[in-house]
């Protein structure tokens, strides 16, 4: 004897698990900054835990492992909720300024504290606390435009500056070297960093 059965899908396939938005955009960045090797998908398993808990102790945050508004702010990450309101952007002929988690007093930036990317590496106070997040992201968008031996140190050195130049010159920019706002914005404009 034999036994046959006939499996009826109902028309259109069961939608697939949907992800998390914050949370697929959170494995979006610490994958572009080598920190997360699964498959941006927005679902939170324990290899999206680990790699926030890993990219919390290397900025010095509390390694909880969960998404929260110290992480989110961190990697520049914008919330998907219409009650957060937006910060706004340094002026494109202001060199890199501060992130606001690294200034100590919030008016103190035009007083004496270094407001420059270059400075921040020289100054041992600040240099402790975290890499600059608008370096590294600009540093991982170099990476993923095909500069493979970049680093993701949120130090300008010598060959973070080329990459900017080769970079500034293929899309008509001012060839600076510097990690500025006009770069950061193109770079956003052609998807290789959020």
Not at 75 to 97: E, H, I, N, W, Y
Not at 175 to 180: A, R, W
Request: net charge negative; aromatic share 4%.
């Amino acid at each position: 004897p034999e036994t046959t059965f006939n499996i009826v899908r109902p028309s259109g396939a069961p939608a697939p698990i949907k992800g998390d938005p914050v949370v697929e955009q959170v494995q979006g960045i610490l994958k572009n900054l080598d920190f997360y090797p699964g498959t941006v998908d927005g679902i939170s398993g324990p290899n999206t835990r680990k790699a926030i808990q890993a990219y919390q102790q290397k900025v010095g945050l509390n390694a909880s492992g969960e998404i929260d508004a110290l992480l989110l702010d961190q990697l520049g990450a914008t919330p998907k909720t219409a009650s957060v309101v937006p910060r706004p952007q340094p002026r494109p002929d202001m060199p890199a300024a501060v992130p606001v988690s690294l200034q100590t007093n919030s008016g103190q930036t035009n007083s004496g504290q270094a407001t420059s990317g270059q400075a921040n590496a020289a100054d041992p106070n600040v240099a402790t606390q975290a890499p600059d997040a608008r370096i590294v992201k600009i540093q991982a968008g170099l990476k993923a435009f095909g500069n493979d031996d970049m680093q993701l140190d949120g130090v300008v050195g010598a060959r973070t500056k080329a990459a900017i130049k080769e970079f500034q010159s293929l899309f008509g920019l001012p060839q600076t070297g510097e990690p500025d706002e006009i770069v950061y914005v193109k770079m956003r404009e052609i998807g290789l960093t959020n």
